[in-house]
C-alpha cells in the first residue's frame, strides 16, 4: 500500500478535503436530523450527498408502476448511498428516471442505474439531452481531473436518457402525477422542472438551492429571476432543490434576494455604462470584494467548494467563468427553433 501524503506543495484534492470543512461538517449534521420526507398518500423521499462538496439532492417516490427518481448523483460512492436508500425505503423497482439537467451532479449517476435498474426509463427534455450530448466530453475531463476515480474517465461510458421531450411531459399516476416542463436559460442554459399537485411541491432542478450560493454563467440573471418570480406564483408548499434539500417557499423570495444583492454589488463597482452583469467589466479587487460581500450578507448560506481549489462563488465571479458550450448549445437551439 502506498499512502499519498499532502504537502503545501502537493494537495491531492482526490482525497475529499472538504470533509475536513467545519462549515461542510455542520450541514451534513444538520442534514440527518432534519426531516426531509414529504408524507401523504405518496411519501416523496429525499437523499442527499453525504460525498460531494455541494450536497447534491436526488428525491424519489413509489407508484403503483414502480419508483420514480429524479437525478442520479455525480459521484460513484453517493449514486451507490441513492440506490441504497432508494432499496430500503422503497420496492426498489424503479420505473422512470428524470435528469433534470445537463451538469454531472444530476446524471452522471445514470451509469450505476443502468446497471440495477435496466428496465427504467430515463427522461429528459429535448434540450437538456442536446446540452449533454454538447457537454459531456469537456465536463468528464474536467471532472476526472478534479475528481478522480469518483467519476468516469471516458465519456463513452455515460449513460444518457432515452428520450427527450419537447416543452412538457406529464406523468400521471394513480396517486400521484410529475408536470415537468423544461425552462432556461437559469443555472443551465435549459433544466427541466416539476410539479406535484397533491403535495404543491416543485422539484427546482438547481434553479434554488437551499442556502447554497449559486453557480451561475454571466447574463442569465433576469431570465433566472423571472422563473424564480413563475415559482412564486405558483405558491408551492415545497421547494424540492439541487442541493441541500427540501425547503419552503420563502426559499424562492431569499433567492430573488441574493440576485438583488449581486446585482447590487456589480453596481457598486461596474462602470455605468456597462450591463450590471458584466463581470468581464471589473478588476480583480472589485472581483474579491464582491465575493467577499456575498459571503458576508449570507451568512447561513454555504459557499462549497467547486474547483480548482476555489469556491462557487469565487469560480463564477472571481474566476469569471461563462458556460459557453453550454451557451453556444442554446443559441443552436434557438435558430433551429426559430
Ligand atoms: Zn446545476
Not at 437559469?186 to 410539479?195: I, K, L
Request: charged share 25%.
Amino acid at each position: 500500500m502506498v499512502s499519498t501524503r499532502r504537502t503545501s506543495m502537493n494537495v491531492d484534492r482526490r482525497e475529499k478535503h472538504w470533509k475536513n470543512d467545519p462549515k461542510w461538517q455542520c450541514i451534513l449534521a444538520k442534514a440527518s436530523d432534519q426531516s426531509q420526507t414529504i408524507h401523504g398518500d405518496v411519501v416523496i423521499h429525499s437523499y442527499q450527498s453525504r460525498q460531494d462538496p455541494y450536497f447534491t439532492s436526488s428525491y424519489f417516490f413509489e407508484t403503483e408502476r414502480g419508483v420514480v427518481l429524479v437525478d442520479t448523483q455525480i459521484y460513484y460512492s453517493a449514486a451507490q448511498e441513492l440506490w441504497d436508500a432508494i432499496k430500503s425505503k422503497t420496492s426498489g423497482n424503479i420505473f422512470a428516471i428524470i435528469n433534470t439537467h445537463a451538469h454531472p451532479d444530476h446524471y452522471f449517476g445514470n451509469m450505476l442505474f443502468r446497471k440495477v435498474a435496466p428496465n427504467a426509463t430515463i427522461i429528459t427534455s429535448a434540450g437538456v439531452l442536446a446540452d449533454m450530448h454538447a457537454t459531456a466530453a469537456q465536463r468528464v475531463a474536467k471532472t476526472r481531473k478534479e475528481w478522480g476515480d469518483e467519476v468516469p474517465s471516458n465519456p463513452a461510458d455515460l449513460v444518457y436518457p432515452d428520450f427527450g421531450f419537447e416543452r412538457t411531459l406529464t406523468l400521471a399516476f394513480d396517486k400521484i402525477t410529475l408536470e415537468l416542463k423544461e425552462v432556461g436559460p437559469a443555472e443551465a442554459p435549459v433544466q427541466v422542472v416539476g410539479w406535484i399537485p397533491q403535495h404543491r411541491a416543485l422539484i427546482a432542478a438547481d434553479i434554488l438551492q437551499n442556502k447554497q450560493h449559486h453557480y451561475f454563467s454571466d447574463r442569465t440573471t433576469a431570465n433566472w429571476y423571472r422563473i424564480l418570480q413563475e415559482f412564486s406564483e405558483m405558491n408551492p408548499r415545497f421547494v424540492l432543490t439541487g442541493h441541500q434539500g427540501i425547503a419552503g417557499k420563502e426559499l424562492i423570495e431569499e433567492t430573488k434576494h441574493w440576485f438583488a444583492t449581486f446585482l447590487g454589488l456589480m453596481s457598486d463597482v461596474a462602470p455605468r455604462d456597462v450591463d450590471p452583469e458584466n463581470i468581464d467589466t471589473i478588476d480583480a479587487k472589485s472581483r474579491s470584494y464582491v465575493v467577499s460581500e456575498m459571503q458576508r450578507r449570507f451568512p447561513d448560506w454555504f459557499d462549497p467548494y467547486y474547483y480548482e481549489g476555489k469556491t462557487v462563488l469565487e469560480q463564477c465571479i472571481d474566476g469569471h467563468r461563462s458556460e459557453q458550450i453550454g451557451a453556444q448549445v442554446l443559441a443552436a437551439l434557438g435558430s433551429k427553433a426559430g
